[in-house]
């Protein structure tokens, strides 16, 4: 088993930034890939920014050259740092966990909200 617990959202206001995390404790080393996933209601989860064991990463487009993802040398923690947000990244922000020997990601975070708003 993998527990996430992620933090850092609130408001901000347009043009602000934010930096969100996430812990991985339990079975961490059974991680394949960290990534960060956003829902608003009614609306399907969708990809933010994700990392792999090798370090390297997606992003979504409407984030690129805004976010980055990254993560901490002993590879249980992910960070999402968010430059210049638009009203339209107001969501709950979801840490996800994809571990060897799944199909998708299999373990997530309670969601933390973030807000841009003037």
């Known amino acids: 088993q993998v527990q996430l617990v992620e933090s850092g959202g609130g408001l901000v206001q347009p043009g602000g930034s934010l930096r969100l995390s996430c812990a991985a404790s339990?079975?961490?080393?059974?991680?394949?890939?960290m990534g960060w996933f956003r829902q608003a209601p009614e609306n399907q989860r969708e990809l933010v920014a994700i990392?792999?064991?090798?370090?390297?990463?997606n992003y979504a487009d409407s984030v690129k050259g805004r976010f980055t993802i990254s993560r901490g040398n002993a590879k249980d923690t992910v960070w999402l740092q968010m430059n210049s947000l638009k009203p339209e990244d107001t969501d709950v922000y979801y840490c996800?966990?994809?571990?060897?020997?799944?199909?998708?990601?299999?373990?997530w975070g309670q969601g933390t909200q973030v807000t841009v708003s003037s």
């Open positions: 996800g966990a994809y571990t060897y020997g799944s199909s998708d990601y299999d373990y």
């Open positions: 339990g079975r961490t080393f059974t991680i394949y890939s």
């Open positions: 990392i792999r064991a090798d370090d390297s990463t």
